[in-house]
């Protein structure tokens, strides 16, 4: 199979779809690799890099999007719409219930969608969960930044010093994203409170961190009463596929102390904090409203994208050799945790949290890969 990777265009979007042992690896397998010009520079890797293990360099967006199969990072922004086309599979994060206009543009094309952050294996999402460990500790080292006073932050040292108290981070949801915020805040030395609707997740917390942190179950009412003295409040939530719920409600934020933090790391999938009304970027990250620093930057890991970049391809990889190897169908109906991930094939929907999102019909995937 012919693979594009194309530069990544999204603001300050460093990271690249590929690194030149993924690339080693599909080339070894049998496959072509066609790298934009200078697609990897922002994650340290040149294009000497590619062509020494074997990959091609091509010198336009249009020549790598033209390959059977475009590896990304992020989702297509608006000027890549056009290079959308029925026999195009796309293996990328979409977070498409937050993207109405991506997801009417794949289904009209009839291409097809592999969504990086719905492929699942049980509860565990293989392809996301490197990015959210990345977006999970850098959420707490961009909040201890935004609290210093020059930023428009309460002025805390979340560590505290000998006789003065810790800055307090909260953060809610226990899963990738939220376990690595609260590991770099205890690493950090603040006081931390995690938030978790699930019994057994909490249990799991609890024998993990010990007493490092207060476990707390997940609801309104906790949820309000801890953000009336948290200095930093990280949100992780995240429902597969679908846009988050607004879990966090403008009452809440307007109770924070003036100059805390807010840092929604679920922010491409929509939020799950009331007050924050718009996606932010790397150049204008951060907004204040009610008193609190807000910070809504949708691609986090961006900020870091050489760790980024080799931790994604770590995961990723070898869902796309076997899709190169197999095709695409084949790849899909052998792997059901694969087959989680078609969100769009054939003009039709096929992830339910998706078409719930926007009002499409829902198509079972299996039923249309074997449609003829």
Do not use: C
């Amino acid at each position: 199979m012919n693979i594009g990777v194309p530069k990544e265009i999204k603001n300050n979007e460093n990271r690249v779809g590929i690194t030149p042992a993924g690339a080693s690896l599909l080339i070894q397998a049998g496959h072509e690799v066609y790298v934009e010009a200078h697609a990897g520079e922002g994650s340290g890797i040149t294009d000497e890099e590619f062509l020494a293990v074997g990959a091609h360099i091509v010198n336009s967006a249009k020549e790598a999007w033209s390959k059977e199969m475009v590896i990304k990072v992020k989702e297509p922004l608006p000027e890549e719409y056009g290079f959308f086309r029925e026999d195009l599979i796309l293996f990328t994060y979409l977070h498409l219930a937050a993207e109405p206009a991506l997801t009417e543009a794949l289904i009209q094309s009839n291409t097809t969608a592999i969504a990086y952050e719905t492929v699942q294996v049980g509860k565990e999402l293989p392809l996301l969960r490197p990015m959210s460990e990345v977006a999970g500790r850098r959420g707490t080292i961009v909040a201890a930044t935004q609290l210093e006073k020059h930023r428009g932050g309460r002025g805390i040292l979340l560590s505290g010093v000998p006789g003065v108290d810790r800055g307090h981070v909260v953060i809610l949801g226990g899963g990738s994203a939220g376990v690595s915020a609260a590991r770099m805040a205890i690493g950090l030395g603040a006081r931390v409170t995690l938030l978790e609707i699930s019994e057994d997740r909490m249990r799991y917390l609890e024998d993990i961190f010990d007493k490092s942190v207060t476990i707390l179950k997940s609801n309104p009412l906790n949820i309000e009463r801890v953000l009336r003295n948290a200095d930093v409040l990280i949100s992780t939530i995240l429902i597969p596929g679908a846009k988050a719920d607004k879990i966090v409600t403008e009452a809440m934020v307007q109770q924070m102390p003036k100059g805390s933090v807010i840092i929604d790391i679920s922010i491409d999938q929509g939020g799950s904090v009331e007050t924050i009304d718009r996606v932010t970027t790397h150049d204008d990250p951060v907004y204040t409203k009610f008193g609190v620093v807000h910070y809504s930057v949708a691609n986090m890991p961006g900020a870091v994208p050489r760790t980024s970049t080799f931790a994604l391809t770590n995961a990723t990889i070898t869902y796309a050799e076997r899709i190169a190897t197999k095709g695409v169908k084949r790849a899909l109906l052998d792997d059901p945790s694969l087959l989680l991930g078609l969100n769009v094939a054939k003009g039709k929907v096929t992830y339910k949290a998706i078409a719930d999102a926007f009002g499409y019909a829902y198509y079972d995937p299996y039923t249309v890969l074997t449609q003829e």
